[in-house]
């Protein structure tokens, strides 16, 4: 995908967070007040229009499987070293499989399906989670009342971990045999493709000839000025960022998820904005801490412009929270060190999920490894910092960023959703979501105040793009030239 293409893309997703207002609360509507949704369009396409291929990578070791109910435990209690196999009603043959393939650990897909209390987890619906939470979190302030799914096929749907080297091909065939497996595959991931840089003087790297200093200050993009980029660049065929901003420049209350390959939340132009899940820090540091600073505007929650505030960032020093990374600054990866403690907090079903989660790998570490560094420039462009003297100014500097490391499964989404502060959700990847429970989801998003931006592709020949981006709920968006 291109850097113009996302700046289109974002432009348009400026649009909403400029709109969106403060999570207000609400009580739980009653069932006559719902209403149905309607059902998913498709845009026509044409007879002879290709899709685009797949670009995907198997994750080693990591299947998903639908089991029937007979195999199915409504209601275990966690067990510790167990793998996580007292979710399973075991047959002989489940067993064997599970224990001459060396399962290393068994979680169900939609983690927050998982109630727990008492010391015992009690599976329960989509419909009923969402439920709970409206009548202890209230519904966004944009939303109004719907019919929530049951969605209650989703609770069936488990993910297992096998050691790397395993033959999943011949794993696959047998548990597929087994009575009750309704269906099993290997996980795959999205690969991005590569950034696109123009090769002009703005844009390509400082030891190229033709590299101008001047230049690569501005961004076409953002702002479009004609010949002083380029000689057949079209004057102000731009998003018009600069006149944007005198109105407005996003707003903290508004966090954007962003599904990719994951986020690099140390980066220096990045980390203030990062997305800080209050319900799994100390109470203690929250309510001390939480005001410490006015740049965010949010002084009910705390943030990492609190954190890095020097009198917090000494306080902190002082109880043993200190800068493990050494960059000179409190940010996602510091605090994922400090308060991973392995305890559900705000019990919806991720366990340390302080900056986001990491479905590729099944943990709270949704950081950018280096798979081609797609997801810290989409978070740029979306909100990179402003006025620190760093990098660039994203569209909406002041909004916070949620790292989503993506499968492309509907878990990702209904997570995403139990976090009121959620308006956009970002996924620059024209690749499906898996899954029979999708458009059911996405039917979803209009009610709960929700934005799905997706994007159609980085070629003219996509330019009609494939699911999700077909779906009429979704804002798609294609790309565009500096030359109009």
């Known amino acids: ?21 403060h999570p207000a609360q609400h009580k739980e509507p009653s069932p006559e007040a719902t209403r149905p949704s309607t059902g998913t369009v498709f845009r026509a396409l044409p007879s002879d229009f290709a899709t685009q291929p797949e670009r995907v990578t198997a994750i080693p070791g990591r299947i998903r499987a639908v089991f029937a109910d007979k195999l199915l435990r409504q209601e275990f209690v966690p067990k510790q070293g167990s793998k996580g196999l007292e979710r399973l009603n075991m047959t002989p043959d489940l067993e064997e499989i599970l224990r001459c393939y060396d399962v290393k650990r068994v979680w169900r897909s939609m983690a927050e399906l998982e109630h727990y209390e008492n010391g015992r987890v009690r599976v329960v619906s989509y419909a009923e989670r969402v439920r709970e ?62 950034p696109y840089f123009p090769v002009d003087p703005g844009w390509v790297d400082p030891s190229d000839p033709i590299y101008d200093a001047t230049l690569a200050r501005g961004r076409w993009g953002f702002h479009n000025t004609g010949a002083a980029l380029g000689w057949d660049y079209l004057d102000g065929f731009d998003i018009n960022l600069p006149e944007a901003w005198e ?19 140390t980066h220096p132009d990045l980390y203030k904005n990062i997305y800080l899940n ?57 605090v994922v060190g400090w308060w991973s403690n392995g ?21 709270n570490r949704p950081f950018d490894i280096g798979e081609g560094s797609h997801g810290t420039p989409v978070s740029g462009l979306i909100a990179a910092m402003a006025d620190n003297r760093i990098g660039i100014s994203g569209v909406a500097p ?87």
């Not at 080297?165 to 991931?189: F, Y």
């Not at 020097?310 to 306080?315: F, H, N």
């Open 1 to 21: 995908m291109t850097v113009a293409h996302l700046r289109w893309m974002l432009c348009c997703l400026l649009c909403f967070v400029l709109l969106a207002c």
């Open 133 to 194: 939470r409206w009548k202890t979190q209230g519904m966004r302030g944009n939303a109004r009342p719907y019919e929530v799914p049951d969605l209650s096929s989703a609770a069936a749907m488990l993910e297992m971990e096998f050691p790397l080297e395993t033959n999943i091909d011949l794993l696959l065939k047998d548990l597929r045999k087994v009575p009750g497996v309704l269906s099993a595959e290997q996980i795959v991931v999205p690969i991005p493709e590569a």
């Open 247 to 265: 109105y407005q420049r996003g707003n903290a209350a508004v966090t954007v998820a962003v599904l990719d390959n994951g986020v690099d939340v």
């Open 278 to 334: 209050n319900g799994e820090v100390p109470s203690a540091i929250v309510m001390s801490y939480r005001n410490a600073s006015t740049e965010d505007g949010l002084p009910d929650s705390l943030t990492f412009y609190d954190l890095n505030v020097p009198s917090v960032v000494d306080a902190l020093s002082a109880s043993g929270f200190r800068d493990t990374n050494g960059n000179g600054y409190i940010d996602g990866e510091d």
């Open 343 to 363: 305890v559900d907090e705000d019990r919806n079903g991720y366990v340390d999920d302080l900056v986001g989660w990491d479905f590729v790998e099944g943990n």
């Open 398 to 484: 002041r909004v916070r960023l949620m790292p989503i490391r993506t499968t492309m499964n509907v878990a990702e989404i209904t997570y995403v959703l139990g976090f009121n502060s959620v308006k956009v959700i970002n996924c620059s990847m024209s690749l499906p979501f898996r899954g029979t429970m999708i458009a059911e989801i996405i039917r979803t998003l209009e009610p709960e105040g929700v934005l799905f931006v997706a994007s159609l592709g980085n070629r003219d020949a996509y330019y009609f793009g494939s699911d999700p981006s077909q779906r009429e709920e979704i804002m798609s968006i294609s790309n565009f030239s500096p030359q109009g």
